[in-house]
């Protein structure tokens, strides 16, 4: 497990871990690895290219997470990853929304293993980065460990080395992509399970880590975390795992806002809203006084016409004034 990789991460959220969210995380952590939402291989090369794949050089380490079941349409977008200056690519084969499906790609991929082993050995050989994969513990029908085995070892053999697990199944049939996150039990023991039996891989948990203490146990038995929908609602979490993981000074959240501000006021020059922006500080003050009054008031007023960085200082003095009382 002494392998210079990111030890953390923040997972790839759709509509959540874009490019104004990642700037604000990485404020929290130099050291947390982000991940782009999930861009499908039909997007990147028949859509809005640049803007797609657009990033601050802050964001480094950042992985773009793709989906699709295209050899060779993978293999060309990992080439453009790469081109673009991503530090990792990776392979989407867990999301288990019915629209996934219907395009064949997520978690249904799982129940056809070789043909992921054909994708990876394609963008593994178009990549000039590293490429990984992160999946389930195994989807309707194809649970058992034997059978997560069986899908591991096939990308093994293909050359793939860095595996994100999420310790859950995932259900295709009869659950939302909602329920899908918590309706499954989670099953970390498959996971420590996964790393003894390939100690030369990189095991990524992912799932249900909602504080350090259970972070920094499971680092016990996998060489990484990653952390979902807390690390969205509570992001202060990263600095307190950067804390511990590499004994760095803890930041205060008025000295991460007032570096996000900076960026604010660049983006809002080019012309983007605030609402792209202020919409992931809702959590930056979770559990301290004020918070609620925080996010009622972004809530209420970024959305404004000509709304600016003054709307973000309005909300911050009422978070002082709750502190004061």
């Known amino acids: 497990m002494n392998n210079p990789r990111p030890r953390f991460a923040v997972a790839p959220m759709l509509d959540w871990t874009d490019r104004h969210d990642r700037y ?24 809005p290219r640049q803007r797609l794949l657009r990033y601050d ?12 079941s295209d050899p060779v349409d993978l ?33 249904c991929l799982m129940a056809e293993p070789a043909l ?7 963008m593994q050989a178009a990549s000039t980065v590293p490429v990984s994969v992160k999946h389930r513990l195994g989807i309707d029908g194809h649970d058992s460990l034997e059978e997560l085995y069986h899908f591991v070892d096939s990308l093994r053999q293909a050359g793939c080395r860095h595996f ?22 989670l099953r970390y023991a498959d996971v420590h399970a996964l790393k003894r039996r ?8 992912n799932g249900g880590l909602r504080d350090v203490d259970t972070c920094l146990e499971q680092l016990q038995q996998v060489d990484a975390v990653m952390l979902g929908r807390e690390a969205y609602h509570n992001p202060y ?10 004994a760095t000074a803890l930041p205060s959240r008025t000295d ?6 900076d960026f604010v006021d660049r983006e809002l020059a080019e012309g983007c809203p605030l609402t792209q922006m202020s919409r992931h500080l809702l959590g930056l003050f979770q559990g301290l006084p004020g918070a609620r009054r925080w996010r009622q008031y972004l809530s209420e007023h970024a959305h404004q016409h000509g709304a600016g960085r003054r709307i973000i200082e309005e909300a911050w003095a009422l978070v002082d004034q709750a502190e004061s009382t």
């Open 24 to 47: 604000f995380l990485r404020l929290f952590s130099p050291h947390v690895q982000l991940y782009t939402e999930m861009i499908t291989t039909h997007a990147l090369l028949h859509g």
């Open 57 to 68: 050089d802050s964001e480094h380490p950042v992985v773009l997470q793709l989906g699709g």
């Open 75 to 107: 293999a060309r977008c990992a080439r453009i990853a790469g081109e673009h200056g991503y530090d990792e690519i990776n392979l989407n084969l867990g999301c288990p929304s019915d629209r996934v499906q219907q395009g064949r790609f997520g978690a």
């Open 116 to 122: 992921v082993a054909d994708c990876f050995a394609a």
């Open 164 to 185: 994100v697990v999420h310790a859950r199944i995932a259900i295709l049939k009869g659950l939302s992509p909602k329920e899908n996150r918590d309706v499954p039990p």
């Open 198 to 205: 390939y100690p030369d891989l990189w095991i990524a948990l």
């Open 237 to 246: 979490i990263l600095a307190l795992l950067e804390h511990q993981l590499h």
């Open 256 to 261: 991460i806002l007032r570096r996000y501000l």
